[in-house]
């Protein structure tokens, strides 16, 4: 019984496992949670007695496939949300598999889980979901299939280039910006550098994904088209998300405003519907106008309404309407954050997960 994936299934170990098990006929049944979507890492919300601060541990919870087929990476930095693949995570689901064991997925929602599609109310039917059965042979043997396609490798080369937890300069700050204007200044104008060498990279992951997209159609596997559909759509939408985050972060360094409260201390730059209109100096320093903001715009909204059309009822349709909801708009707000948080975290005792 369990509520995680293994710990160290990316090694030899999981083979080993599968191999003793056969060796001694012996079926592995496991009780445990659903695999999120196409990512390894979820954050269970926990609060310390001793201060009742709220934390965020960190949780192996996936992915469902050998390898992460979906983009590790959310416009801005590594993904904090917690959808659920519909599967058991890869390395249990294997395991029980090839021993002749079952894996049965726990059913109802976890509170703590942060960033969980639990107002999606979704259950996934069988016969939607049949045609995206994850592959559950060995990482060598899925590896050597996918070198086999230009087309899955162009996936999964976007996922490599747009990994924040391989490229750290990928994590561009979203909160907790301090409203003092020296030390705004000074984190305000690296993220803005990161921004602008992250546009790069999205750019990259773009001509990738352009290039194989000729071969979309002659794709075999349902799956592996939804990978590229939802993958393509959110590198062109991130691409404006960016781009935004850019505007604002100029807006904000030129002017910099005060608190309206004055027992706010941060400043946290939020994802909104209403998209911010470059002024004639931002046109000229970024050689991008509102023509070609909403040109750029309305094909990544187009491309999300296509996955929800070809891909419906599965994790893909649903995270195409989840970015669709949040936005691609930036604005910053004003916010709170207990001095605490600074001062007593290396006292605290925190759980093994």
């Known amino acids: 019984m369990t509520d995680e994936s293994g710990d160290d299934g990316e090694g030899d170990l999981l083979e080993e496992a599968v191999?003793?098990?056969?060796?001694?006929?012996?079926?592995?049944y496991i009780l445990g949670r659903e695999s999120l979507f196409g990512y390894k890492y979820g954050r269970m919300r926990w609060q310390d007695p001793k201060y009742g601060l709220d934390h965020w541990l960190t949780i192996h919870r996936g992915p469902?496939?050998?390898?992460?087929?979906?983009?590790?990476?959310?416009?801005?930095?590594?993904?904090?949300?917690?959808?659920?693949?519909g599967f058991a995570p890869?390395?249990?689901?294997?395991?029980a598999k090839e021993s002749g064991g079952i894996y049965f997925l726990l059913p109802h929602e976890e509170q703590n889980l942060v960033g969980q599609a639990a107002a999606e109310q979704r259950k996934f039917a069988f016969l939607d979901m049949k045609e995206y059965i994850p592959d559950l042979s060995s990482r060598r043997r899925y590896a050597?299939?996918?070198?086999?396609?230009?087309?899955?490798?162009?996936?999964?080369?976007?996922v490599r280039l747009l990994d924040p937890r391989v490229d750290p300069q990928l994590q561009i700050q979203e909160i907790w910006y301090s409203t003092d204007p020296a030390a705004f200044r000074s984190a305000g104008q690296e993220n803005f550098q990161r921004a602008i060498r992250a546009m790069g990279l999205l750019n990259?992951?773009?001509?990738v994904l352009q290039k194989v997209e000729p071969l979309r159609d002659a794709e075999e596997s349902t799956r592996w088209r939804a990978n590229f559909d939802l993958?393509?759509?959110q590198v062109l939408a991130y691409r404006v998300r960016l781009f935004q985050f850019l505007l604002a972060m100029d807006s904000h360094l030129t002017n910099f405003p005060e608190p309206k409260n004055k027992q706010n201390n941060t400043w946290n730059i939020g994802r909104v519907q209403e998209m911010l209109v470059p002024t004639e100096r931002q046109i000229k320093l970024t050689k991008v106008d509102t023509d070609q903001l909403n040109s750029q715009l309305a094909l990544a909204r187009q491309k999300f309404e296509?996955?929800?059309k070809t891909h419906p009822n599965t994790p893909w349709s649903n995270r195409a309407q989840f970015e669709l909801n949040q936005g691609f708009g930036m604005k910053f707000f004003e916010g709170f954050r207990d001095p605490r948080y600074d001062k007593i975290t290396s006292e605290i005792k925190f759980p093994t997960l």
């Open 306 to 308: 296509f996955v929800k």
């Open 19 to 28: 191999k003793r098990c056969k060796t001694a006929r012996s079926p592995v």
């Open 231 to 233: 993958a393509y759509a």
């Open 144 to 158: 050597e299939v996918r070198q086999k396609s230009k087309f899955r490798l162009a996936v999964a080369e976007a």
């Open 90 to 95: 890869y390395e249990m689901a294997r395991l």
């Open 64 to 85: 469902e496939t050998p390898f992460a087929e979906a983009l590790q990476y959310d416009g801005l930095h590594d993904r904090w949300d917690s959808h659920p693949s």
């Open 204 to 207: 990259q992951a773009i001509a």
